[in-house]
């Protein structure tokens, strides 16, 4: 009959096997048919500058002391260059499989040689889907993973290459927190589509009851709750890289930390805020059906009301009993006003239904539609 | 069809986004058409007295030892007059940042120099709006930095002028403690309005089925929600501010803070008092939907469970069989009392069917609208 | 329409704002309009015995070592009596504030001379609404202030008649833990109240779909949030009374306030328990509405659903095609048997769509009726 | 009209006020109306046997070096009892309170010479409702007070009488622990119960709309909330027992109420887990009510839509227009084939609206119902 | 009528009672009907390699040092196996006990000479139902007892067989964690079927109004519920064995338990956002059935309103009243045109009820149904 559009759940719900059960931990293999060449991006920092270097030859000699590396890898699919990585900074096993296997939570696990920093980070579109980040912070060195190619990372490039800028002059772990901060940020937009989709809604169970609505309620729960998946965890990582024992973080850069840690609190109440509307939105659409329910009703109540009565009373003189056998049969049909005595009955009849409906208010409530319907259009005027 | 009148829930619904993704921390930088000049009013308080003084000279240099300073500040988009502040008082970056992105949770920050309190004071008009208020406690001089303009610090600065307060004799956190209560007990008058706004809408409820209940209730629904997420970490705030460990506060203001913090947590309490209600009121206002679809279709039922049957029955003598041809072709109507017989026995299953009704109760619930009506008579006089 | 009876909801809702806001904290000011005489009740009390004592003049003098004080207040808006009061047991500002502003959160404060214990208790009528009751513990004394004039303390004063009891033995903070408890087990005969209500809604709902049921049930709900306010912070009051390092509470009243300690949390489970019941109240309400309407449906369809085929086939032959014209034209109506055929041909129409609604059910639920009313005689007899 | 069974709600319903507000605590006084008997059974016990005894005389006396007594007491209303045993072991006034007002929470009380467990277990009949069992754990005793004579104790009795248990060679702790396990797997036949229950509910919903199934689902949500108000302080007070700091309770018996804790958290687990198949219950069967208004709802509109044009037709040609008058007045009822064609119209259209129906699905619906008739047939079959 | 579909949901509910209560604890005896025997798979493992033994005789001598033994029981019904194996292991009497009755909780508990784990795993049909996963570690060797031959040991036994593995060279506590996180990864298996039959459902709603789909949502929350009550205490345990004061396990092991702790939290997050989904679907499959009923009565209402005054008309032309004795009685039926004009007029009338319902959007829906339909035609070609 009527159809729902829903905007691609598939794509919001996340596959939830990261590996088939029973492989070793901290293997990773990625199947042939899976397997995507990853693009790297390599930048050397020091206080004076920062360079973008090819890394295709031995690069690790190349990092001289009081700097620090930033490779940017986009890709977590391309065996050659993740492995290549894995042995040039000695990195966990278990890290290496996180990275891998980008269906992680966000958490922080500290390694004798280096912290990994996992994130997830929502995506332009569809929204609610999230793609994880991989952050691994060593001694002089940030590796970062990301699934796919997006715009995020531009702006600390960008930051990179002004001088005086903090990112070069406050070390390291001040480069992991920059790019953890701009990370959380990329919630602040996507929460911002669903609230003015939510405003839409609004506006839609507001003005007529359509039946995608409730399909479109059931999306946004679902990306909410996906968003909610991801975001939890955020705070609880930024929580423990900003408590004071987190080793590779030093004393500055903790109020930095603590500074994003409040962002991640502020999107779980947009999150937890949004989920309310949204209860409150489907609560407000089935208010509303019903109600459009019974100003259906209502009008077939009435015309059945004051019609069904007058029906009878003309059949009634659509009766064929024969006056001729008896005067007890039909009378009226021969008296000389029956017709017009019939008709001011029954319009007297329909008038004093009307009146009681009028009374309770059933007429009212369409007299009221053409007043409202008046307000509607003023206020579409006012937009 | 009917239009929902919505109390602007773009007011309400706060934009997300605070600054661009990827804009560096600690950083202000307030575009060209948003800056707006700001407002300052200086007090130098101490035991003696309190006295504003005009502050577009070197102010600084003229607070004597014992003395304090407030500056008020009205509006945040002022770049120069921030800046000003900024470096006079020697504030952190992050503090400067958080003061002008005027979208904070309520959170105390310390920094070196002084301590940063944000907090959330709700607004008069719309409901459930609420803007930022950040206060600046130093060594010997509280700021206090609001986005626009209104009667909340007239008290203080009221009490400021009389003698003997103790906010003359009690030292500069007292002065941060008095302008933190002002605030929370702005919440109060908020409040009240909604519970009168709560109180209105179950009275419609009762009376009548207003399709706008729903959207009033769902509009109460987000504010409540927004107080909500202004208030909690309001709570937390001032718990942090009246644990024993906060540097800036003395001893002698904790026990007035520990009062602050419980008035939060009476405020937290109303509000999910007030969720709870708002709820209920959902459930009573669909309950009402359902019961009046009720009452439409009883009236529907019995007027067609009367009348169809009647119907049939003078459809059948109005069929136009030739009685001449036999004698078993409708010999009613030749019967020289058809005609009365058949209006009787019409009768007879009419009052069947009425009695049926009756004892069914879906007669009576209607002579008991007239029995409720004349109470809700009696109730609007005793009111 | 119908009307929906409320309790009183105005009086079950607190009035949030305690003081105007910005008002200096710890400062008390009746406005005359509001000013009531209270009355005072001084009682000595020693090992020995207990005498009540008119307590016009000087009584402060009057109290023997090893004997305490207790000063029965009722009414706090007198400010003559109050404020000679908090000069003799040089009462706290803050503590003074919260006596007299009587919409406190039942909370706990330690000062250096004495402590104040608030505490709210269920009035007797309406449901739900709360009084303050404060007590004021000091070395040799104990204050208590209520709201209004009630039964509550006469029985600790008939206990303090009798030789032998504890009262007498125990000490002042025994005085002070007595009181506590009888205002905590005032909170008993009001759940009990809201727990026969209960049981009355669930017969109504049983028996009938009263429109009032749903008012009913959303007044309790708004009761039991109410007292739910009240009685979350009252446990954690005594919890915090209870605890080893509450200063004026000796180690043996300690036993006696974890008793009193598990009645608030009995209390606490019994709210919730009701509210978990009105919830479920709720939905059996909304069932039973639903399950009513689906009643009447089905009376409507199946006199519909007979009635209106048979209309038609009598309209059939209501039609004045001209026979004479052609023989195709109605020749049942010349049919000798035409009327007795067409008679039983719409009798077996009605027979077989009978048999279909009653192999549905729809039949069968009906004749139901009058089993389970039956068994409704046999219930209402049984009771 | 219909009605709705429930089992006996009151008596699941715990009356909430154990001693009249203002007595004095740790009082205790039967009234002569609820006074009844007490049965006492006297058992000693040792490493080597337990034999028992005839308490009438002076039973305290016999108690040799190396073994322990249980006194297992059912009925708390026997004043001469009670205080016979109180005075023998010299219990605390607060214990005897709570062993006499059998309406405690389950709690662990430590006094000098005793532990008080108090617990709640679970009555066979009917389903929720709880009954206290006191355990009071002294250094070579324990006494028992149970409020009705049940099976519960009967096992311990066995294994006591047994060679070689543990009950003999653990101590009286054991015993202790064996007596609050034999409480908690009460819970479970209770369950079990309830799980049947809701098995049954689950299939009445499936198959028929019983307006009882609301009223059944409604008992059980109380009694599983009652359930839960008895379970979870068991929770805590067998946890409060296995702590370490417990003072009566053995390193070796910690092993034993730490698994006795573990069937506690199971029973809150299934609990918690049926409240939610409740819930999830009672929206289907609002589901299926809405469900079926929509089947009925359809066929009303499926006649009627077919039928009321059919007779608006046959009433057209129904209208005794006088064509003698002008031939435009009825031409058709002049016409050779006037009726066969007026049918062949009012066939096909019939048709039409048929297919029309048929093309939404609201008569496969129906044709559906005799399919799933023969799922369900072949359902009770596989079963 | 119509029939909704269950699987099997009596599978799903586990049998709350372990064993008869009254029982001693400690102890096991499996009743002469339910017993099974056991098959037991017994293997050597060292640094050098691990090899299957026939573990008939006495093997236990056979355990060389420096390796140790992995015995991997099929089936906790075999009296005379687990005897063997509880006298040779020294198994603690309780943790035999957990073993036999097999519906424990997941949990840990340490004994002197091993440490039990049980877990739970879900079964491969019917979803949501778990089996017991019982695993005994001690200094030289684990044991595995499984309730029911399933493919999950396989990878490990597979990977026994590789030389270089960690399970070779770790020690006997990584092959507990082996174990450990083969069952945790066994749950993400049936999450994956659960989302689908989620998306599935989904479709459904989307589509058509199944009756069905309302039991298919319940039976989904029931299985949901059950992995939630097998998942929450999984995720305690896991983070009670990686907390750094677990005996057994040595620190290398840690950072793998964590790991597995970190796929217990998804595994716990995934389930949480499915039962939200569900709820959710179910509100979406109750909107739709509402807005279906809508579709229905607006169908009925149009129909209804239009014919039913026209049927009216039609009836008052159909009366006999007789103009021959008066010229008011029906004069139109002798006008020249009234039939023409009678034909015309309704016409017109039913032409306005059309144009009101238009405006109104009845009649658009309608329209609006063959676009989405075509709609659906597309999207169905577009999966």
């Known amino acids: ?91 966990h096993p278990l890290a290496v499989e996180d990275i891998v296997h ?25 929204l609610g889907r999230t793609s994880q980040v991989a952050i691994v912070l060593g001694d002089d060195f940030v590796l970062t993973f990301r699934e ?72 946004l729960r679902r990306q909410l709750v996906s968003l909610k998946r991801a975001v939890w965890p955020l705070r609880d990582t930024i929580a423990a890289l900003s408590r004071d024992d987190s080793p590779r973080f030093g004393e ?13 609190l502020r999107i779980i109440e947009l999150v937890e805020g949004y989920r309310d509307s949204v209860a409150s939105l489907m609560d407000l659409h089935l208010s509303s059906v019903s109600q459009r329910l019974n100003e259906v009703m209502k009008v077939l109540t009435v015309i059945s009301t004051i019609f069904i009565p007058l029906t009878f009373i003309v059949g009634v003189y659509g009766m064929n009993f024969d006056s001729a056998v008896s005067a007890a049969n039909m009378p009226e049909l021969k008296h000389p006003l029956g017709y017009p005595i019939v008709l001011g009955v029954m319009a007297a009849l329909a008038a004093v239904l009307m009146a009681a409906f009028w009374r309770r208010g059933w007429l009212k409530s369409r007299s009221n539609q053409v007043g409202t319907h008046a307000a509607d259009d003023s206020r579409s005027t006012a937009e």
Chains 1, 2, 3, 4, 5 share one sequence.
């Open 102 to 126: 980008a269906h992680q939570r966000a958490k922080v696990d500290h390694y004798e040689h280096h912290t990994l920093i996992v994130l997830r980070m929502p995506e332009s579109a569809p």
């Open 1 to 91: 009959m009527w159809f729902l559009r829903v905007s691609q759940p598939d794509q919001i719900r996340p596959r939830p096997l990261a590996a088939a059960p029973g492989t070793a931990p901290g293997k990773f293999q990625i199947p042939e048919h899976a397997r995507h060449p990853a693009t790297v991006r390599t930048t050397i920092i020091d206080a004076n500058g920062a360079c973008e270097v090819d890394d295709s030859g031995d690069a690790a000699t190349r990092v001289p002391t009081g700097a620090w590396l930033w490779v940017d890898v986009v890709g977590v699919r391309d065996e050659r260059v993740l492995g290549q990585l894995a042995d040039r900074f000695a990195l």
């Open 148 to 219: 796919h190619e997006s715009a995020v990372m531009a702006p600390i490039h960008k930051r990179l290459a002004l001088p005086g800028t903090r990112l070069r002059s406050h070390g390291v772990d001040y480069l992991a927190y920059a790019i953890v901060d701009v990370i959380i940020d990329e919630y602040f937009p996507a929460l911002t589509a669903i609230g003015d989709r939510i405003d839409m809604l609004e506006d839609t169970v507001f003005e007529r009851t359509d039946p995608n609505v409730a399909a479109d309620i059931h999306t």
């Open 252 to 264: 500055p850069t903790h109020v930095f930390l603590r500074d994003a840690h409040d962002h991640a």
